[in-house]
Each structure stands twice: as C-alpha cells, then as structure tokens.
C-alpha cells in the first residue's frame, strides 16, 4: 500500500470508532440523569467526564511518545547523512514540523529541513512539499 500526504491519516477503528463515540454517548447520558436529579446523580457525572478524560489522555499520551521516537529517529537519520548532530537544525523546528520531515526521502530531507527553517513552514505545508514520500504505516 502506497502512502501520500492524502492517504497518510490514520485512524484506530476501535479507539475512534467505538470507545469515542461510547465515551461521548456516557456522558450526555450522564449529563441527562445529573439534570434530572442533581442531587443524587453528580456520580453519574463525574464517571462521565472520567471515560472522556481517559479516552483522550490515553490518545495523547500515545501521540507524544511516538513524538518522541520520531525525534530520536530524525537525530539518527540527520546524523546517518550529514555526520553532524541534528541539536542545531532541531532547536529551529518546533515537533510538529519534525514530525512532517519524516515522510521525506533521504534525497529530499536535508534541502526540505533548510526551508522548513528559512520559511518556516508548517506542518502541512512541509508534507504537501515532499515529492517522494517516505510511508509510516506504524503511528497509532
């Protein structure tokens, strides 16, 4: 399967597809029985906003530790074809853009990660620049 800036989106079926949605339904449920008897069903609230709560912090936790990994193995690979440390180059690029140079072939990267920092380019617009892109079929 071939992977391209339209194409590149992921989604987790049963995170955004089942446990969402069942969180969202909780806790309007929640919210309906708080409004009906706010004095006995506060709980019933608080269980709510708890499932909400776990199913996005689960999420970003997910995000930023594979953030991480991405950082590490953007070090690596600037490293593998340059011999130079990427801590010049990384300290001018905030993560997201780091996280867009990914996808970016070896040919393509060291010329993209210059612009990205003299235009300072976003996110989208360093993905909708790479011509040869490098697929990531392993981010959750």
Known sequence: ????YESHTRYYHLHHFIILPL???LFIWTVELTLEDPVNDWLYLLVGVLFI????IN????NRNQDR????????RYFQLTQVPFTEK???????QIVALRFASDEELLPLIDRAILNNLSSKEIKKSIHNWQGDFLRV
């Not at 709560?53 to 996005?56: D, E, H, Q, R």
């Not at 999420?59 to 997910?62: M, T």
């Open 69 to 76: 990994i991405i950082r590490l193995e953007m070090r690596l």
């Open 59 to 62: 999420r970003i936790y997910a």
């Open 23 to 25: 969180a969202f339904f």
């Open 1 to 4: 399967m071939n992977q391209d």
């Open 90 to 96: 990384e300290n001018l690029l905030n993560i997201r």
């Open 53 to 56: 709560l776990i199913s996005f």
